[in-house]
């Protein structure tokens, strides 16, 4: 498996500020392989904690054998998530927290 760490700031000062909100979403919109995730941290600050702590995960749908909870948990060793959409390469994971939160960096291991 060949993992790409990735992270993306969402802070731009072009943009308005961001806004706090309980409801966080990443969607794949195409993937040369299949949309699936190893890990993925949200942090309210760059270089930060994650802040994936006593929230919900949710998903457009889990391929069999694949654990959407393990891509919050920090363990990029267990196994991830995969959607199970017809087409293989679209999907989205969402991570609900406890209350509203400003994330200003995803971090994201590609599965």
């Known amino acids: 498996m060949h993992s790409l760490p ?5 802070r731009n000062p072009s943009k308005p500020p961001l806004t706090a909100s309980r409801y966080w ?5 195409d993937s040369n392989i ?3 995730l190893g890990q993925l941290d949200m942090a309210g600050v760059v270089d930060g904690p994650s802040l994936c702590v006593g ?10 054998g694949t654990m959407l909870a393990n891509i919050f ?12 959409e017809s087409n293989g390469k679209t999907g989205w994971v ?6 509203p939160v400003i994330i200003v960096q995803m971090r994201m291991i590609h599965r």
């Open 55 to 64: 929230g919900t995960p949710s998903a457009s749908s889990v391929y069999p």
């Open 73 to 84: 948990d920090g363990n990029p060793t267990e196994p991830g998530w995969a959607g199970n």
């Open 34 to 36: 299949h949309a699936a």
């Open 94 to 99: 969402q991570y609900t927290f406890p209350s």
């Open 6 to 10: 990735l992270a993306i700031y969402s």
């Open 25 to 29: 979403r990443v969607l794949i919109t």
